[in-house]
């Protein structure tokens, strides 16, 4: 199904309009109709609850939602925040999620479920709601907060987390950490020591036995972590930049981890730096001068709506055009999936073809772009 209802046609627009993506970064939806409130907290990356439906819409993603989701499920364009509330509700989120994953045409999902997945669809059940591929991305941390709370030692802790995350990513395609979220990008990037891990480990188990709370936020054990990841030789997406606020933002410049990225280049590591923005011009300069770096402007493209369009024209400044990719980085609400795709196909096409009327580029060379970067980067970068 086309989603490209705009007047505006050329070229990239037309190819992109039937071409089937592969999101390199995303999340399950909700299997259950959601409350008003579950609701108004998923549509904003804040978690701050918006005091109503209304309040949660007025946003560029709340009048994207009401422009471009409601009429493909069976509601008026701009319909109020209220009513998109209540048809939403009555039509069910079964249908929702089937119609609006249907519209998105996402063939291929790369599927991160380190994050509340006991709430939403993991790999099986985002598999029978799209009927297209889905492979697994397993987020660090969280493997290694399990082990907390199932009783790992400070002196059995290294080896644990050696074995675990090897079960656990034995039939994953990446690996993810939210490094940016615990302690900032401005992290020390070499590998601890045997001893330094033990003794970290002691720490934070001793602090998870006392608070109940498993929640891993030591350098030492992050640098860990990242380094256990490392030694898999997997892809490693780390989450740069627009989050919730429970990161500092100042911290989430790709540009910190240079010296990180330099290590990863001489293992033949690709990073993913995921989001990036509003750095997503440093991501460029990074994917332009590193072998191994990649970049989306995922998650902004939902967030962004009728602009999105311009933080998309922003990653082709710098960045070779094979090392962008697709992603929506969608949690929760089969919304955020469709408007990924829905806002990247007109954002990138409207760029590209710019490009061909001002006669920059060719129409094919248009078309190769949007071809590689809507599909084929991402089987490239995660070596399917």
Not at 3 to 10: A, L, Q, V
Not at 219 to 231: N, Y
């Amino acid at each position: 199904m086309s989603t490209n209802n705009s007047s505006h046609s050329g070229p990239a627009s037309e190819y992109l309009a039937g071409l089937s993506l592969v999101d390199h970064h995303v999340h399950g939806v909700v299997r259950d109709n959601p409350t008003a409130e579950a609701f108004s907290n998923m549509i904003t990356e804040s978690d701050r609850t918006p005091k109503s439906i209304e309040v949660a819409l007025n946003s560029q993603v709340g009048f994207a939602v009401r422009r471009w989701a409601a009429p493909l499920i069976g509601a008026p364009a701009h319909i109020s925040a209220d009513d998109y509330f209540k048809h939403r509700i009555s039509v069910g989120s079964e249908f929702v999620n089937s119609t609006l994953l249907k519209a998105a045409n996402i063939g291929h999902y790369f599927l991160e479920t380190g994050y509340r997945g006991d709430e939403i669809h993991g790999v099986e059940g985002m598999r029978a709601v799209t009927g297209s591929t889905v492979s697994e991305i397993i987020r660090i941390e969280s493997v290694a907060e399990a082990l907390a709370r199932s009783g790992s030692s400070a002196a059995t802790f290294a080896t644990d987390f050696v074995n675990a995350l090897a079960a656990a990513s034995k039939n994953a395609i990446g690996l993810k950490s939210i490094v940016a979220y615990r302690i900032g990008l401005d992290f020390d990037p070499t590998r601890p020591t045997a001893k330094e891990v033990e003794a970290a480990a002691g720490r934070w188990l001793k602090e998870v036995e006392t608070t109940g709370i498993a929640r891993v936020a030591d350098p030492v054990l992050i640098r860990f972590l990242i380094w256990t990841g490392a030694d898999l030789r997997l892809p490693f997406q780390f989450h740069i930049g627009y989050g919730d606020p429970d990161l500092n933002l100042h911290k989430c410049d790709p540009l910190l981890m240079t010296d990180l990225i330099r290590a990863f280049e001489k293992l033949e590591i690709p990073i993913l730096l995921l989001h990036t923005y509003p750095y997503q011009r440093n991501a460029g300069y990074l994917a332009q001068m590193f072998n191994n770096v990649y970049l989306d402007v995922g998650l902004a493209i939902n967030y962004s709506g009728a602009r999105s369009g311009a933080i998309i024209a922003e990653t082709l400044e710098l960045a070779p055009f094979h090392k962008i990719l697709f992603s929506s980085d969608a949690w929760g609400l089969s919304e955020l999936t469709f408007l990924g795709a829905h806002l990247f196909r007109r954002g990138l096409g409207r760029t590209l073809d710019s490009f061909v009327t001002d006669d920059e580029w060719s129409p094919a060379d248009a078309i190769k772009v949007a071809k590689a970067i809507g599909h084929d980067n991402a089987l490239a970068a995660y070596r399917l």
